[in-house]
């Protein structure tokens, strides 16, 4: 059984659909990237998972999610607080923003380890998570503010804060947006680290197909609410079979290959609500067919352990 599985989820905005029936699993111990660009939905399915949603405006409109085999949809109250932190944890793309900036870092991992692990609520817990995290001389670190730290500091604090509870799943959303390169890969590799030391399962929710391949298992796609392919990292990077699978592994640079400019897609996501009635990536499509533009592709197996949705993949 996977540790999470999301079937045929719906999530509306009053009467906008902004999820439109995504289905995914994470196994434990598994690193699944969830990819696309701006706008298609990927940060509030990741937020639907804890039932982080505010609802109103959100409505969870169909489908499930199954953590650990139960159904967050119908938790109560109490049960949506175990499992948050419990067993699943996030960490947020602008650090600086997540942390409070009038609490002492210390205090804040504090917290987290009195709302889930009390009996580890102390000092010499702080500093090992500090620790494991990689952040230099955590005695002195725990009684400074967030303001005191660099971004890649900042990040490293929300990652200890996040796995002070022990989950079994951690959700990094962007986690290394409003980072430099060199700082972005420290994180990637930290978090590859963590995942390996503490068997945990991550969600990595990322645009950047640059830094899918350094840590994913698996990547599904996403575009315009919906997922349009999912394989294991090394096939997907390596044989795309979308087209916007396609387009977004040309538009990132590569090391000795010589190109003028980079590729671009072009147009935008559509608007949620304004959705093509057909292939939601057919205007933007360079190989679209005339059936495109008015039937609704399907997410089907294409191959074994994968699924794309495009009936023209081949």
Same mark, same amino acid.
């Given at each position: 059984?996977?540790?999470?599985?999301?079937?045929?989820?719906?999530?509306?905005?009053?009467?906008?659909?902004?999820?439109?029936?995504?289905?995914?699993?994470?196994?434990?111990?598994?690193?699944?990237?969830?990819?696309?660009?701006?706008?298609?939905?990927?940060?509030?399915?990741?937020?639907?998972?804890?039932? /982080?949603? @505010?609802?109103? &405006?959100?409505?969870?409109?169909?489908?499930? $999610?199954?953590? %650990?085999?139960?159904?967050? !949809? =119908?938790?109560?109250?109490?049960?949506?607080?175990?499992?948050?932190?419990?067993?699943?944890?996030?960490?947020?793309?602008?650090?600086?923003?997540?942390?409070?900036?009038?609490?002492?870092?210390?205090?804040?991992?504090?917290?987290?380890?009195?709302?889930?692990?009390?009996?580890?609520?102390?000092?010499?817990?702080?500093?090992?998570?500090?620790?494991?995290?990689?952040?230099?001389?955590?005695?002195?670190?725990?009684?400074?503010?967030?303001?005191?730290?660099?971004?890649?500091?900042?990040?490293?604090?929300?990652?200890?804060?996040?796995?002070?509870?022990?989950?079994?799943? /951690?959700? @990094?959303?962007? &986690?290394?947006?409003?980072?430099?390169?060199? $700082?972005?890969? %420290?994180?990637?590799?930290? !978090? =590859?680290?963590?995942?390996?030391?503490?068997?945990?399962?991550?969600?990595?929710?990322?645009?950047?197909?640059?830094?899918?391949?350094?840590?994913?298992?698996?990547?599904?796609?996403?575009?315009?609410?919906?997922?349009?392919?999912?394989?294991?990292?090394?096939?997907?990077?390596?044989?795309?079979?979308?087209?916007?699978?396609?387009?977004?592994?040309?538009?990132?640079?590569?090391?000795?290959?010589?190109?003028?400019?980079?590729?671009?897609?072009?147009?935008?996501?559509?608007?949620?609500?304004?959705?093509?009635?057909?292939?939601?990536?057919?205007?933007?499509?360079?190989?679209?067919?005339?059936?495109?533009?008015?039937?609704?592709?399907?997410?089907?197996?294409?191959?074994?352990?994968?699924?794309?949705?495009?009936?023209?993949?081949?």
């Amino acid at each position: 059984m996977p540790l999470l599985e999301i079937r045929g989820l719906q999530i509306d905005y009053g009467s906008v659909r902004v999820v439109d029936g995504v289905s995914l699993s994470v196994d434990e111990g598994e690193t699944l990237c969830l990819v696309g660009e701006s706008g298609c939905g990927k940060s509030v399915t990741a937020l639907s998972i804890a039932r /982080l949603l @505010a609802t109103p &405006p959100a409505r969870y409109a169909g489908g499930e $999610i199954l953590l %650990q085999g139960r159904d967050v !949809l =119908r938790m109560s109250s109490v049960e949506l607080r175990n499992i948050r932190g419990g067993v699943v944890s996030y960490v947020f793309q602008e650090p600086g923003a997540s942390l409070n900036p009038v609490m002492r870092i210390g205090a804040q991992i504090r917290e987290m380890l009195t709302e889930h692990r009390p009996a580890w609520a102390n000092e010499n817990e702080i500093i090992r998570l500090l620790k494991l995290v990689g952040i230099p001389a955590p005695e002195s670190r725990i009684r400074e503010y967030p303001h005191q730290l660099s971004g890649g500091m900042q990040q490293r604090a929300m990652i200890a804060m996040a796995l002070a509870s022990e989950p079994k799943l /951690l959700i @990094a959303d962007e &986690p290394t947006t409003a980072l430099d390169v060199t $700082i972005q890969a %420290q994180i990637i590799e930290l !978090l =590859r680290e963590l995942q390996q030391q503490l068997g945990m399962a991550i969600l990595l929710i990322t645009h950047n197909l640059g830094i899918v391949g350094d840590i994913a298992d698996r990547v599904a796609v996403m575009y315009a609410g919906q997922i349009v392919e999912e394989a294991a990292a090394d096939t997907l990077l390596r044989q795309p079979l979308h087209p916007y699978t396609q387009a977004l592994i040309r538009s990132v640079p590569h090391i000795g290959r010589e190109r003028q400019r980079l590729e671009s897609i072009p147009g935008a996501v559509p608007v949620p609500g304004n959705w093509p009635a057909g292939c939601r990536f057919e205007p933007r499509c360079p190989v679209a067919h005339p059936e495109c533009a008015t039937n609704p592709p399907r997410l089907a197996d294409a191959k074994p352990d994968r699924r794309v949705r495009c009936p023209f993949w081949e």
